[in-house]
Nanobody, 122 residues
Framework: QVQLVESGGGLVQPGGSLRLSCAAS????????IAWIRRAPGKEREGILC????????YYDDSVKGRFTISRDNAKNTVYLQMNNLKPEDTAIYYC???????????????WGQGTQVTVSS
């Protein structure tokens, strides 16, 4: 059974940073593409960025370039999203998702977690 569990969300002031974690079980992330998506209040889910099985990164949202980075620790079977210079418009529920095919496929993912809330506000 595949499980993805996100953590690290919370309330942060504009300009602040957070690091989200996504711990996986039932799947070996080495062979999967992984991504972070988010759903802002009143909006549809949107892709943020993705890392394929060869660690190539695709940004789906240009507004996070230079601020957000994705990484993985295969030994811990964990994915991270480092978010810097956060803005109020980054407020959303953040989800990690995976693609068993090993390449990024936008919102056509195979597994997802329960999400973690990120609120950017002063």
């Amino acid at each position: 059974q595949v499980q993805l569990v996100e953590s690290g969300g919370g309330l942060v002031q504009p300009g602040g940073s957070l690091r989200l974690s996504c711990a996986a079980s039932g799947v070996t992330l080495d062979y999967y593409a992984i991504a972070w998506i988010r759903r802002a209040p009143g909006k549809e889910r949107e892709g943020i960025l993705c890392m394929d099985m060869n660690d190539n990164i695709t940004y789906y949202d240009d507004s996070v370039k230079g601020r957000f980075t994705i990484s993985r620790d295969n030994a811990k079977n964990t994915v991270y999203l480092q978010m810097n210079n956060l803005k109020p418009e980054d407020t959303a529920i953040y989800y990690c998702v995976t693609y068993w095919r090993g390449y990024c496929a936008g919102l056509q993912y195979d597994y997802w977690g329960q999400g973690t809330q990120v609120t950017v506000s002063s």
